[in-house]
């Protein structure tokens, strides 16, 4: 049996490992000549053992000290080191600047000196040097993805013979599972810090306060190993020794770990890499298809276990003048299995515009396959444009959060330290005037044709939509499990919820090609 297996099988040896580290620690303590205090030694005081510990016990901890070790020593020659510098006329702030640099990760990808990292680390600075584990310098030259959902780049050094990492299929992972980041935090090379899985499909909006811009990410994998600033672009390893992440990003409010990590799932970093080493640059096919993974309840009451739901279809996209609806649940792309968001979007980098392709969705309680010719994604605004919710932010590129402000979003949350009042009786109230989303709505507040529900118009001072900072022109698009269309629909949802009651609240906020949204429960009080 392996060794995890092992500590699996008997969850005790996690506690034991603890019990061992505090319990070893305490009895080296005492045995010291000059800890002991003279009438205690005198009395030849007996330091009794750690409960439970035996000669297995110690084996499998051996075992798992000695792993977790080879895992280390396996992986770290596929680790790189980056230092990046620049010339920059002014910063996000109108300061005047002159050279700056950075520091960064990468993981081999190709023998023949292919290495993959993010693009905020390589990206728009003009000198970019790779650093390989046996100390070897090379210049790079980098390939940008040039898109601002695709924070992946690719760097050539002249190099061959290079130990390439084996990536893992990302869609393997599981919440708790372990997780090895190896990197260059705070310039510190090949430093390895273990923790585990904390969770999947994370959608978050970031800030890189140095660029002066912001990303959007659709299926990060959240983990609790620590990660601080210059691990971006390094890898995130399961116990297998297979990059199944590029760390990227963390939740942090003064630019250190608080155990809150973000990496880019590996197949997708795959197919970014894979897709520019061969075309020279980044090339995308464009469906028109606003995906998110299916929640419980939507494969429950539709019928279907896995693929990416439409929430999103603009009318004048390829997927809508090919049939497909909001709704729907894409399943298949050409030969592509989709099972989450993210495999529609990866799909998306193996076909290009002009291609026509065969799309295969479940409505209705049955497939459906329709061609859709793939057209080119619709321009992005420069990276270097400042986007309008800058709150996560980039190991490498921090900013203080701000208090009352969640960094993830913008939204503002309640500030947990004031008393919280008393729960009131009867039926709840959110605190916003709202009306249907008509075409001043959508010009005004840039809310695009396909989206539908309420638009806040109004926000009460001291109401529950007030403490998550909703403002006029921000559309609520679901409570609890009602989808709200309009106006009217908002009014029904609210009719059965009591003060004291949580309801899951979807509110999505638009920007001049942007678009920030909160999906969060919310307690009435």
């Known amino acids: 049996m392996k060794l995890l297996d092992r500590i699996v099988a008997k969850p005790g040896y996690i506690t034991l490992a603890l019990g061992v580290a505090i319990g070893l620690g305490s ?43 080879s895992l280390a020593a396996y992986i770290e020659p596929s680790v790189v080191h980056i230092r990046t ?54 210049p790079g030259k980098v390939i940008r993805s040039g898109d601002r959902t695709i924070d992946v780049s690719v760097v050539k050094i002249e190099a061959t013979g290079l130990p390439a990492a084996k990536f893992g299929d990302s869609r393997k992972v599981k919440p708790g599972q372990f997780a090895i ?15 585990h899985i904390s969770a999947l499909g994370r959608q978050r909006v970031v800030g890189d306060a140095l660029m002066g811009s912001y990303r959007a990410y659709n299926d990060f994998i959240q983990t609790d190993a620590p990660l601080n600033q210059g691990n971006s672009g390094g890898p995130l390893v399961n116990i297998e020794g297979e990059v199944i992440g590029i760390n990227t990003a ?36 464009y469906l028109g298809i606003g995906p998110e993974n299916l929640k419980g309840y939507q494969a429950k009451q539709l019928g279907i276990s896995e693929g990416a739901y439409v929430a999103q279809v603009p009318n ?74 800058q709150r996560q932010v980039n190991p490498e590129n921090w900013m203080p959060d701000f208090r009352g ?6 939204f503002r949350v309640p500030d947990r330290s004031r008393d919280i009042p008393p729960i009131r009786e009867g039926k709840a109230k959110l ?58 629909d908002l009014t029904k949802a609210m009719e059965s919820v009591k003060w004291g009651d949580t309801r899951q609240i979807k509110v999505s906020r638009f920007g001049v090609g942007t678009r920030t949204s909160l999906d969060v429960p919310v307690t009435f009080r």
Request: overall charge neutral.
């Open 27 to 69: 009895a080296a303590y005492l045995l010291r000549t000059d800890a002991v205090p003279k009438a205690v030694a005198q009395n030849e005081m007996s330091v009794r053992p750690v409960a439970g510990l035996t000669a297995e016990n110690m084996s499998v901890l051996r075992e798992l000290d000695s792993s977790f070790a």
């Open 85 to 138: 510098e620049g010339s920059r006329a002014t910063d996000v702030f109108g300061n005047r600047m002159g050279v700056m640099g950075g520091v960064g990760s990468g993981v081999i990808f190709r023998p023949d000196g292919w290495i993959v990292t993010n693009d905020h680390v390589v990206g728009g600075f003009d000198k970019v040097i790779v650093v390989l584990n046996d100390g070897r310098e090379f």
């Open 181 to 195: 980041a190896v990197g260059s935090p705070f310039g510190l090379e090949n430093s390895v810090t273990v923790g």
């Open 250 to 285: 963390i939740f942090s409010g003064s630019g250190g770990s608080v155990g809150i990590g973000f990496a880019i799932p590996s197949n997708f970093a795959r197919a970014a890499a894979e897709n520019m080493i061969e075309k020279g640059k980044l090339v995308r096919g």
């Open 316 to 389: 004048d996209g390829p997927a809508a003048m090919a049939g497909i609806k909001q709704g729907d649940v894409i399943t298949q792309i050409g030969t592509v299995k989709i099972a989450s968001q993210q495999d529609l979007r990866a799909a998306m980098l193996r076909y290009s515009p002009g291609q026509t392709v065969p799309v295969t969705f479940y409505r209705d309680k049955a497939f459906k396959t329709v061609n859709v010719k793939v057209g080119n994604p619709p321009a992005e605004t420069a990276l270097n444009d400042q986007g309008p919710e």
């Open 405 to 410: 402000i969640d960094p993830f979003f913008g």
């Open 431 to 488: 605190g916003v005037s709202v009306k249907d989303i008509d075409a001043d709505a959508r010009r005004q507040y840039n809310i695009p044709a396909s989206v539908k529900g309420a638009v806040v118009t109004s926000v009460e001072p001291n109401s529950v939509a007030a403490s998550l900072d909703l403002r006029p022109g921000d559309v609520i698009q679901r409570i609890g499990l009602t989808t709200i269309n309009s106006a009217s």
